[in-house]
């Protein structure tokens, strides 16, 4: 990217080592992460030099979703520090040029559909589970992210509303697809994009089944949307929108079911 904020420069913003930067950004995260655990282990069994007391407060910690939030928050911003390398290699202006200005009305269209699609979701899900089609059941780890709580609920925002937009999209429809781009027909491009971003998340492996593919095919679609807003805006604040609309109203929906239980 120019310094101006231009088009792309053939070549000169991803390689395809680029591609495996999450690699790099996941494998250093799993170091800090060892490092904090091992120092809050610490700080626990200084509190608590009981066995007992230490385990009791260590399995707290494990079952509450706050905690698992905050380490998806601490995981997202790493990989975006390697993100943010790649982009910044080519010019200072490249990140910038990638998030240029987009008028609100378009980022609200993207919002509104991304919050449609989540809402549509549950309604086609449980008519699938209704008609006895496809059966979903929460896996434990599911269970444990549902928010309880109106601190929970926030620290839920920030992870896969604010924190995961960015960082995926970056990635998705800017490394991944900037990449595609320049080896076949955008077409191509925007729908493989789009698979690889509905595979990636791994839902046919945790909902064996027809579930778990229904699934893939909506995360699917959500990409499909996010990079044809991408392309057709050359902003990715419109598929972060997209995307943060859709994150937003899922994690919503899934605490007020709690709360109606």
């Known amino acids: 990217e120019t310094d101006t904020g231009g088009t792309w420069r053939k070549g000169e913003f991803v390689r395809w080592t680029d591609l495996f930067a999450f690699v790099e950004g996941m494998l250093v995260w799993l170091g800090l992460l060892v490092l904090g655990m091992a120092l809050l282990v610490g700080a626990l069994a200084a509190r608590h030099p009981d066995k007992a007391g230490l385990t009791s407060q260590l399995t707290l910690l494990s079952q509450s979703g706050a905690a698992h939030y905050a380490l998806s928050v601490s995981l997202y911003a790493v990989l975006l520090f390697f993100f943010w390398r790649i982009a910044r290699r080519v010019a200072d202006g490249a990140l910038a040029a990638r998030f240029r200005k987009l008028p609100i009305s378009t980022f609200l269209i993207a919002l509104l559909i991304g919050v ?38 926030v620290m839920a925002l920030l992870a896969v509303a604010v924190m995961a937009p960015l960082t995926e999209e970056l990635y998705f429809r800017g490394i991944l697809l900037g990449w595609l781009k320049r080896k076949m027909p955008i077409v191509v491009a925007v729908l493989l994009n789009a698979v690889i971003f509905g595979l990636i998340h ?17 995360l699917m679609t959500v990409g499909l949307i996010a990079a044809t807003f991408a392309v057709r805006t050359g902003s990715l604040w419109a598929s972060v929108g997209v995307h943060s609309g859709y994150n937003a109203v899922l994690v919503s929906l899934s605490i007020i079911q709690t709360q109606l239980r």
């Open 116 to 153: 449609a699609l989540a809402v549509a979701v549950p309604i086609v899900m449980g008519l699938l589970i209704q008609h006895n089609l496809i059966e979903v059941k929460p896996t434990p780890n599911e269970a444990r992210m549902v928010p309880h709580s109106v601190g929970d609920w």
């Open 202 to 218: 791994f839902a046919f492996v945790q909902h064996p089944g027809a579930g778990g593919w229904v699934i893939t095919g909506i």
